[in-house]
């Protein structure tokens, strides 16, 4: 199983990102994006269900950022609009088997993770 996270970058405050994770080897129940700063803990963005169309956000993100998947691409998707500098992280993919887990210990497969710096 391989998750292989892409779409970083530095862009403006105020800019867009569209990050992606493509997955292969086989499918999970549920894919989630984190992100982590250095001397923090990995937090939870959003996961979304490979099948029924559930999602889930972190409070402090909804209207800004979107989880989306393209099921045919096996590949799941992270817009984020409206950047601030603290969405500076390190962003992950996530897979797992726990249906719409938001803790970081209940993912199985992880991707390499992808930079975002956002700048004042």
């Known amino acids: 199983v391989q998750l292989q996270a892409s779409g970083g970058g530095l862009v403006q405050a105020g800019g867009s990102l569209r990050l992606s994770c493509a997955a292969s080897g086989r499918t999970f129940s549920t894919y989630a994006w984190f992100r982590q700063v250095p001397g923090s803990e990995r937090e939870f963005v959003a996961a979304i269900s490979w099948r029924g169309g559930s999602l889930d956000y972190v409070d402090s993100l909804k209207g800004r950022f979107t989880i989306s998947r393209d099921n045919a691409k096996n590949t799941v998707y992270l817009q984020m609009n409206s950047l601030k500098p603290e969405d500076t992280a390190v962003y992950y993919c996530?897979?797992?088997?726990?249906?719409?887990?938001?803790?970081?210990?209940?993912?199985?497969?992880w991707g390499q993770g992808t930079q975002v710096t956002v700048s004042s």
């Open positions: 996530a897979a797992g088997a726990r249906f719409m887990a938001k803790g970081a210990q209940m993912y199985d497969y």
